[in-house]
């Protein structure tokens, strides 16, 4: 039981981390960084990381400039604000995210520019049969390490499947709608946990919208963004170099 338990939170906080690190603060907002060589390591551990879900770049990219945009407008491709639940607003970003990574939705080329690209990478990536694959390693994992008679165990599953989408949906909906605001600048963002534990930052929204160039997404001093250590470390050692300091 321990083993899946530890699986379960060790595959939550290593893709929430590609997706904070690498795709949003690194691959939407240049807020650091980063040589050639550590952007294709961190775009394989994104890959490695997110496995089933694994999220394009380009497309997360795309999406998220968009929402920092028009947040909270009617072009905002994920505002809670536009929907009863949270099903409806994650079918309608993934209809969104389909239309950039299949190139059927032209985006504005301002917010199309400027991200990790390593084609290869994301057409074995995002290969359906690889996504399964991943799928049926998790699938085997558990069948492994699932103690007798704990049946009801296999429910975590489907975790795993969609690990990205489950953590932009807590973000997107949490994010916009539940927790306090330390700036007003006209959308619905909100901070919802001041020592965000569960999302690695990023829900921090509220501070985030107001200052998007910033690594720290906590401001006040009792807030606590725990990858911003992180980002810190990396940036001592060299292996990032910081644009704005937090
Ligand atoms: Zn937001
Ligand atoms: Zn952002």
Redesign the pocket.
Known sequence: MLIIFSFLIIHWYLSLFSQTFFL?RYG??KMFTMSKFWERFFHLFTWVTQGSSYLNPRAYAIM?RMH?AYSDTDKDPHSPHFFKEVFSMMWKTKVIYNGFTLRKIKPDSRFDKNYPVWPSLDRIAAFNPTRLFFGLLYILFYIKFVPDGMWWMYAFLPIHFLMGPIHGAIVNWAGHKYGYRNYNDGDKSRNTLIIDFLMMGELFQNN?HHY?ARSNFATKWWEVDPVYPVILVLNKVRVIRIRKEG
């Open positions: 949003h939407a907002h998220h920092h985030h998007a």
